[in-house]
């Protein structure tokens, strides 16, 4: 299996290239390592699973044999039987996409022992057909899981000590849970002005609010995230729960794609830049101190240079705690691929990106800087990378924040002082900051709604 970032589990990377090249050159590796496996012990079976597996199906099976085992996103309840198939020396392949299956009933073993943090699938698919994007097309249209099952597991994370869950989904905002429709139906919340949709929106059904809320009552001490929305599907009972509730975290992730109205139009993102703006300055007053995040796409097919100034001004005026560039690479299947044509050059996307992303970091670390003197709740994950002397968390911001690991008093007064530990919440005092990271001195371990009360 390949490991992968906090982020990179969190946001789909079919839209880039690279991320199949990194597994191709895993499946090398792991091809040298079968090879090396003595013959007494028993063989190693590879297999690739998810959205490059049903996309490039045939070239994985015939590539090299690099592969014994290939698996769409809705094969899963077909893995043992793939497997047994693997093991009598030939390769198996089940890339078949569903129209209604969501592994409700599956739930995922936590087996990292001490995991302070859980990701939560609420969805699959997506019906917003982007034209760039391929996700419809590997994952299927859009189902959602029944609220039931999301709460079983989110109640089985936090008995298992984990202190922080997001809930994941390509487009979470427009869950719809059909389950108990007989019992509680509710409209759809209409599109919001300058926002539009290529499909028509479902009616009835219990909305992502209603699972926001829900979700925020098994735990007051889990913090709890979601990602992603689509900027079109914010109605304020979302804002005003985050921004009554302690437990979810002041922080959206906004993408946006392109600061051109007229790349957007061609995207298919079904709303302006003016539209998106005017969401954010909603957003900004309905959750005082929100921290946001964005993706963006540079060189999308027929971007001028004034498309691109017009990004590089919506990274300034918007000004992100966080952000994640990418150049536009061509994927088959995608709208973009049959209507459009991919037509600016390499070496045009790389300027344009390295501008976006320095330009990004100048006003991120602005953003953060306005941290500096604050105290900042942080949840903390374990030892900093770069030094056994300090610990690394997140705040409520989703922002990285390193300080010493010393001997610390607690608030609340339930445990003797002393250092703290991965699943801690700690009161970090920032002192500075940079693009991405937060340094600080600790002043307390307490608790979440300890913390909040103080607030």
């Not at 699938?121 to 999301?150: H, K, L, Q, W």
């Not at 900027?231 to 509730?245: G, M, S, T």
């Not at 796409?297 to 590089?312: A, L, N, R, S």
Request: proline share 5%.
């Amino acid at each position: 299996m390949l490991k992968s970032s906090r982020w990179n589990r969190q946001v789909c990377c079919l839209p880039r290239e690279k991320a199949e090249q990194a597994i191709w050159n895993r499946l090398q590796h792991l091809k040298a390592l079968k090879a090396r496996r003595p013959q007494a012990r028993a063989p190693l079976r590879i297999g690739i699973l998810g959205c490059m597996a049903e996309r490039l199906k045939e070239e994985i099976l015939h590539r090299e044999k690099l592969v014994d085992v290939v698996a769409g996103p809705d094969a899963y309840r077909d893995l043992p039987r793939l497997l047994a198939v693997a093991e009598s020396g030939q390769q198996a392949a089940n890339v078949l996409l569903s129209l209604d299956e969501t592994y409700a009933d599956i739930l995922p073993v936590q087996t990292s022992a001490g995991g302070t943090t859980a990701f939560v699938s609420i969805m699959r698919g997506c019906d917003n057909m982007c034209s760039y994007c391929i996700v419809p097309f590997t994952r299927g249209r859009e189902r959602s899981r029944p609220i039931a099952s999301i709460l079983q597991e989110v109640k089985m994370l936090s008995d298992q000590g984990v202190k922080e869950v997001t809930l994941l989904g390509q487009n979470v905002n427009s869950f719809r849970d059909l389950s108990e429709v007989q019992f509680q139906s509710v409209a759809a919340p209409g599109l919001s002005r300058g926002f539009s949709t290529v499909y028509k929106a479902k009616p009835g059904g219990l909305r992502f609010s209603h699972l926001l809320d829900q979700v925020s009552r098994i735990d007051p001490e889990m913090r709890i995230r979601f990602t992603s929305p689509h900027p079109k599907d914010f109605p304020d009972e979302v804002l005003q729960l985050i921004q009554e509730r302690h437990n979810i975290c002041k922080q959206l992730h906004l993408p946006a794609q392109s600061g051109s109205t007229r790349v957007l139009e061609a995207m298919r993102r079904g709303y302006t830049r003016e539209a998106y703006l005017e969401l954010v300055r909603h957003v900004r007053d309905s959750i005082p101190g929100v921290s946001l995040s964005s993706d963006f796409i540079t060189g999308f097919c027929g971007e001028t240079e004034e498309d691109h100034q017009q990004t590089v001004s919506l990274l300034r005026e918007v000004r992100y705690n966080i952000g994640f560039l990418f150049a536009y690479s061509m994927r088959q299947k995608t709208r973009a691929h049959h209507r459009l044509q991919d037509d600016v050059p390499a070496e045009v996307k790389k300027r344009r990106l390295e501008q976006l992303i320095a330009t990004f970091r100048e006003e991120a670390a602005r953003a953060n800087a306005a941290l500096v003197g604050q105290a900042q709740l942080v949840l903390v994950e374990g030892p900093s990378k770069r030094s056994a002397s300090e610990l690394c968390g997140r705040n409520d911001g989703n922002i990285k924040v390193i300080f010493p690991d010393a001997e610390l008093e607690d608030a609340a007064e339930c445990r003797a002082p002393g250092r703290a530990q991965p699943g801690d919440y700690v009161m970090v005092k920032v002192t500075s900051a940079s693009s991405q990271t937060l340094r600080g001195v600790p002043l307390c371990r307490t608790t979440l709604s300890r913390a909040a009360a103080a607030h």
